[in-house]
């Protein structure tokens, strides 16, 4: 490990979580689909988090973030992201009265942009990239005395978000194997500590898109590593991986397992038609990775993470054509 990693949150940490979100989340459904079941051969249970506030899980990790410690909550939040965490911070701030700022690089998705203006959240669009986002977003957090607030390496978010495999675990007690998108990772770390504390005869299975694969070749390598970043579900568009997530993998994962984009649009259709359900890209990655490797999970209860569902039209124009 090339990093120093914050501290690791532990099973105690998620357990204060969950009691802090009590109320401020939806306890999503877990739910079989017949159609999902034929088509895989597994049984399988889907985490319906596109169903949570916001569209995504992401707002687990804010929630708990601004409710647990005073400091950013009276500094104020920045980040960095175009895509569900800027959504998930804009909320969670919006909810505590903190301020926030949301830097993203020019010319951002319209649909997304407005949706963090509409949570309340100031909106500067600065740079060409989102490296010249992130840099302007650290200068500003500098300035402000604000407290910048990354997507991965951050224990307060992994704690957030593993309120979700606590929930599941409690849902679907009988599962197998439990498959989880990655991007920064924070999902599948999450996945990894609650499982090694309560079910630890659950397998974790992380997926990343083949176009983005940085989170999977550091954990394959164990080291962290950059990687080209062109998938087009955004939730897993992360071009480097991370200190804090990859360690709570590490030794934990059972394995991780690359599908392509296009497998992931054909996942998309099978959510829309077999369980009439909106996944956006990083949310049917999970059921891509099932889809694509029937042998490894046939015949076994399967949870799957349906992480996100802020799909726009062009992309479920694309899912529909897959
Ligand atoms: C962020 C995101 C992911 C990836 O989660 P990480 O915690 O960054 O690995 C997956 N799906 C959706 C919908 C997301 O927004």
């Known amino acids: ?169 409690q849902q679907a007690p009988d599962l197998d194997v439990l498959v989880v998108p990655v991007g920064g990772g924070s999902g599948a770390a999450a996945a990894c500590l609650v499982t090694a504390s309560l079910a630890p005869h659950v397998q974790v299975v992380a997926v990343q898109s083949a176009a983005s694969p940085a989170a999977h070749d550091s954990w394959r390598t164990g080291a962290l590593v950059e990687r080209p970043n062109r998938t087009r579900a955004e939730g897993l568009a992360v071009g480097r991986g991370f200190a804090l997530t990859q360690e709570l993998m590490r030794g934990r994962l059972d394995d991780f397992l690359l599908v392509t984009d296009d497998q992931i649009s054909a996942a998309q259709r099978l959510y829309l038609t077999g369980a009439r359900t909106v996944a956006e890209g990083a949310g049917a990655a999970a059921l891509a990775a099932v889809l694509a490797a029937p042998e490894r999970f046939a015949g076994r209860s399967v949870g799957v993470v349906c992480s996100g569902g802020n799909a726009g039209e062009e992309e479920l124009r694309r899912a529909l054509d897959a």
Request: hydrophobic share 45%; proline share 5%; with cysteine.
């Open 1 to 169: 490990m090339t990093a120093a990693s914050p501290a690791a949150p532990t099973l105690r940490d998620v357990l204060a979580a969950q009691h802090r979100l009590a109320g401020q989340v939806v306890r999503t459904p877990a739910l079989s689909h017949r159609e999902l079941d034929d088509a895989t051969g597994a049984a399988v249970v889907v985490k319906h988090e596109n169903l949570q506030h916001t569209g995504a899980f992401k707002v687990r990790g804010a929630l708990n973030l601004l409710a647990a410690d005073d400091a950013p909550r009276r500094q104020g939040v920045v980040a960095y992201s175009t895509g569900n965490h800027a959504q998930a911070l804009a909320y969670a701030a919006a909810r505590a009265g903190t301020p926030c700022t949301i830097v993203m690089p020019e010319r951002p998705n319209p649909l997304k942009e407005r949706a963090v203006r509409g949570l309340g959240a100031e909106v500067l669009l600065h740079g060409a990239t989102f490296d010249d986002a992130r840099a302007h977003a650290q200068e500003l957090a500098a300035q402000r005395g604000a407290r910048l607030v990354g997507a991965a390496d951050e224990p307060l978010l992994v704690a957030g978000v593993a309120t979700a495999t606590l929930e599941l675990l």
